[in-house]
């Protein structure tokens, strides 16, 4: 049985700024507990992510969504796992070197009682800044400071090639070299994973290549099925109605295609709830096959 509810909290404010926001979305699992909480928001340049897409169609598509190309700013929902013995963050948020509307992880996470030091496990999908950038403090130490970290092997191995610098594009450059400083700074306390692994008890690593060349999705598997998405979906509405089409924001445009593809007919029309680290309603929605074709995100009812 699965109970939902949205909480919005007033996080307290600096004095003389606006009071912020707060969405934190709870998925109840019986003996355990998922909550999404909020990193705020990324600020992203739709021509980069949508200019290889069919322009007309995406168009069309986007207006149907209520989207345009003007402006492309995703919610962060950072998952957050508690089964009573281990505190799982997956992911660590963006920090506070990424995005100014980024990096608000540990005042959603002060909202639920919990600090850093509370962290047991972190488990990467992959080393982009909003998702790995989160892991250092102001003075590149660990954040999450009792935490076992752990990443994908080909993830890691991808990033910390001191070829990855010279050869990706221009534009990742610097994801690159952040990547590599923050992965080299964990150090021992990292420890690299292979596809379908059983990290913890429940919680298996899943290879979901493209996006980046290592990204890992988790199963969740008691007592509801569960699948933390990272970036396989990063979006509700291309990424679901056309899963074959180019996006910007892959590294390996075709594998990431392919990945989407096989996931989306693999999940869709089943109970397994999705959890999108971009997506809408806290991340937390099922795929549904649409009628025209392609598939639908449906968020969980509120
Ligand atoms: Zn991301």
Known sequence: MITRRHVLIAATAALGAPPRLWATTTLDLGGARIDT??????????????????????HELLARYGE??????????????????HTVLFDAGAGPDFQPSAGKLFEALATLTLGPEDITHVLFTHGHPDHLWGVLDDFDEPVFGHAVHMMGRIEHAFWMDPETVARIDEGRKGYAVGAARRLAALGERLTLLEDGAEVLPGITARLTPG??????AYALAEPTPALVLGDCLSNHHVAFERPDWPTGSDQDIAAAAATRIRLLAEVADTDLVLIGYHLPAGGLGRAERAPAGGYIFRPLEG
Not at 211 to 216: L, V
């Open 211 to 216: 996006h980046t060349p290592g990204h890992m």
């Open 37 to 58: 909480v909020s990193d705020g928001a990324l600020v992203l340049s739709p021509t980069v992510l949508f200019g290889q897409m069919p322009q007309a169609e995406l």
């Open 68 to 85: 345009s190309l003007d402006r492309f700013d995703p919610p962060c929902n950072v998952t957050l796992y508690r089964d009573g013995k």
